[in-house]
């Protein structure tokens, strides 16, 4: 099984996936995790050019860079966990690619579309957790000193960002469920749980072949 998570900074991705990571572990799956753009060797480096902060990356360039390490990462870890029955857990997939390069940058989001799915070469998330926040709550947890090439970007930059990530789960209303992630993260995650439970209650034939 396939869980992505999504959302702008601040929304509380990375917690709330190694909180449920534990909670996998503790009920007996294998789980393995991982993060867009990253993940593999190649693609950490990828990751290091567009986030720097002294790189100046056009639009086009940067999303083909994404892409790139996507395609990587899927091939080398994704799909070989998948093919092992290993629950894989990313923090960010394809939909930042859109929310951020189509709704923030303004690149044509049918061209995104063509090459997500030529990167992902069939690997589609089961499921989806949207962590959506105002941007104001998001511009609030901003506790960093420093942010990278993509943080920098100015607050109707990120307010794009949001409305994309929302249309985007209007459009996809069966893999991704949208989670109000402005409250505790105690209570976020019991949303998120309650959520598993249930998609793994209804698919459970269709998205695991063995016990894990």
């Not at 567009?50 to 790139?68: Q, R, S």
Request: proline share 3%; with cysteine.
């Amino acid at each position: 099984m396939f869980i992505t998570f999504e959302g702008i900074d601040g929304c509380g991705k990375s917690t709330q996936l190694n909180l449920l990571k534990e909670y996998l572990i503790e009920n007996k799956f294998e789980v393995i995790t991982t993060r867009e753009p990253g993940g593999t060797e190649l693609s950490e480096q990828i990751r290091s050019i567009l986030l720097g902060v002294n790189n100046v990356i056009n639009p086009l360039t940067e999303l083909l860079l994404f892409e790139a390490a996507r395609t990587h990462l899927v091939d080398t870890v994704i799909k070989p966990a998948l093919n092992k029955n290993i629950i894989v857990l990313s923090d960010r997939f394809f939909d930042s690619t859109v929310a951020y390069q189509g709704y923030g940058r303004g690149l044509c989001i049918e061209q995104i579309n063509y090459l997500n799915n030529l990167a992902v070469n069939g690997v589609i998330p089961n499921l989806t957790f949207f962590l959506d926040i105002p941007i104001e709550t998001s511009f609030e947890r901003r506790h960093k000193k420093e942010f990278d090439r993509m943080e920098n970007m100015d607050y109707n930059f990120f307010q794009n960002v949001i409305n994309g990530f929302r249309k985007i789960a209007k459009l996809a209303p069966k893999r991704i469920v949208t989670i109000d992630a402005s409250q505790t993260k105690e209570n976020t995650f019991k949303q998120i749980t309650a959520e598993w439970l249930l998609f793994t209650r209804k698919n459970a034939k269709s998205i695991f072949t063995s016990k894990t």
